[in-house]
């Protein structure tokens, strides 16, 4: 599996980017698909997921209503669009795929370990 992000840049906070992530390699039926983030001197962090057969998405809570993750199945590729950007999102962005993760009614979508393919980021940069 290939994963390849695109579409970073730099940006005036509050405007917009649209990420893009191509993914090749296989059918992604009964994956998942997710951005993660990282900033200098922090953790990776999980920003949004999507089950790639259903759509079901999930969201960290200070992005949720400012970026919607979508996939478009005949290309196989997904997006992120972020809105209202502020300088508190930049980072480089990372695009991660793997099967999806069900375990006692829970589905694991926002671990870093939960994804077995990762892309090479595309930095993100919001100034003030």
């Known amino acids: 599996v290939q994963l390849q992000a695109s579409g970073g840049g730099l940006v005036q906070a509050g405007g917009s980017l649209r990420l893009s992530c191509a993914a090749a390699?296989?059918?992604?039926?009964?994956?998942?698909m997710a951005w993660f983030r990282q900033a200098p001197g922090k953790e990776r962090e999980f920003v949004a997921a999507i089950r790639w057969t259903t759509c079901i998405t999930n969201y960290r809570d200070t992005v949720k209503g400012r970026f919607t993750i979508s996939r478009d199945v005949a290309k196989n590729t997904m997006y992120l669009q972020m809105n209202s950007l502020n300088p508190e999102d930049t980072a480089v962005y990372y695009c991660a795929a793997g099967p999806v993760i069900y375990s006692s009614g829970t589905y694991y979508v926002t671990s870093p370990a939960d994804y077995q393919y990762w892309g090479q980021g595309t930095q993100v940069t919001v100034s003030s």
């Open positions: 390699g296989r059918t992604f039926s009964s994956y998942a």
